[in-house]
Structure formats: C-alpha cells, structure tokens
C-alpha cells in the first residue's frame, strides 16, 4: 500500500487471490507476501483503524472517484476491509527479471505521479516521498478527492518495489484527519518487505 500496505483502489479480487495468487510472470505469489489484518491492525491501529479482515472486493462507498492508483501488469489481488470505512488493495506482480521489475516500477510511479500533479494543489498530501529499505524501495504519494458524509476521501498509495516483484497498494480510507506522515512511512516499509518474499 502503503504500505504495505499500502496499499494503497476499487475492483474486485477473486477469493482464489487471498489464498495463492498467479502473477503476471507465471510464477506464484504467496500469501506473505501481501498485507495481513494483524498487521494492518499493527501499523493503523493507533489511528482507530484496527478492525481488519480480508475481503473478496473494495466496498462501494470506497471505490472514489478520479483515483490516481494503477495495477502492475498481470498482477493478483488481496483485498483488506475496515467495515465500510477503509479498504487496502494490493496488487503483486513479478517480472522475468530484476531490471524489467525495476522498469516496470518506474512507469507505475510515473503513471501515479502525472495522475497526482494533475489534481490541485490543495487536493495533494504526499508527492512521491520515497522510502528505501536493504530489501527495496517504496514511493508514497496521498489525494484528497473531496467530502462524502462529513468525512474526507483520502487515497493513498504505495508504488514498492522489490527483486522481480512490484506492487501497488492503495489505501481509500473516509478521515476527518490525514495519516501521519511517520505511519505512512511505516506501511511502506512492511510493504517492500513483505515484497521481497514474493520476488
């Protein structure tokens, strides 16, 4: 996501995706390497969000409108749900190799970033912020994408990178207050090294 999450968007996943997931290099992801409710309730917990299960889709009431996540190419999806307040998409995909896995990331952060730019500048909470581990690299990006009830649609999202292995994680949440930047960074990390077991 993310994030691990992190995360960070609508669509729905197959059930098959929670259990052993087939990535777009024919090889199979394993179920460690996407985020688990214990440890979304870890990271988020303290921000009132501890209430984690799988699920096979994305609500509705948090599939937002204008977001800015994209999935890797062939990649399988793990969806978590908070009730109907936040769900966490990651989506895995694993390239032949390193440097193609590397390019792949590349054109994700790409796509995100000029989707991001796009917005207005009051609608933007991170741009890109990068956070890098022995085990890879993540870049964070957060919008703003207008009121729903007396809540705010926040979407952020985790372009990591690990190995052979990319993801991209979003996480769609209805806030009054923005995630931490510190937690954040938090969910990145989880996520490039969850990642690295699937590369």
Request: a neutral charge; one cysteine or more; hydrophobic letters at 45%.
């Amino acid at each position: 996501m993310v994030v691990a999450a992190l995360a960070l968007a609508a669509g729905a996943a197959p059930a098959s995706a929670d259990r052993t997931s087939i990535s777009g290099a024919g090889d199979q992801v394993p179920l460690s390497a996407y985020l688990s409710p214990a440890a979304a309730d870890a990271v988020l917990g303290s921000w009132g969000l501890d209430g984690w299960k799988r699920g096979r889709f994305v609500p509705d009431a948090l599939r937002f409108a204008h977001s800015c996540s994209t999935d890797p190419p062939g990649g399988a999806s793990s969806v978590l749900r908070d009730d109907e307040d936040a769900s966490i998409r990651s989506v895995i995909g694993t390239r032949e190799t390193q440097a193609a896995a590397t390019r792949t990331h590349a054109r994700l952060v790409n796509r995100v970033e000029v989707c991001v730019l796009d917005r207005g500048e009051a609608d933007r909470l991170v741009l890109g912020a990068k956070v890098k581990t022995d085990d890879g690299v993540a870049r964070l990006f957060g919008l703003d994408l207008g009121k729903a009830r007396s809540a705010h649609n926040l979407e952020y999202v985790a372009v990591a990178h690990s190995g052979r292995a990319v993801e991209v994680s979003t996480f769609h949440v209805l806030a009054q207050d923005t995630l931490p930047p510190r937690t954040l960074r938090r969910l990145a990390v989880e996520a490039v090294d969850r990642l690295s077991k699937a590369s």
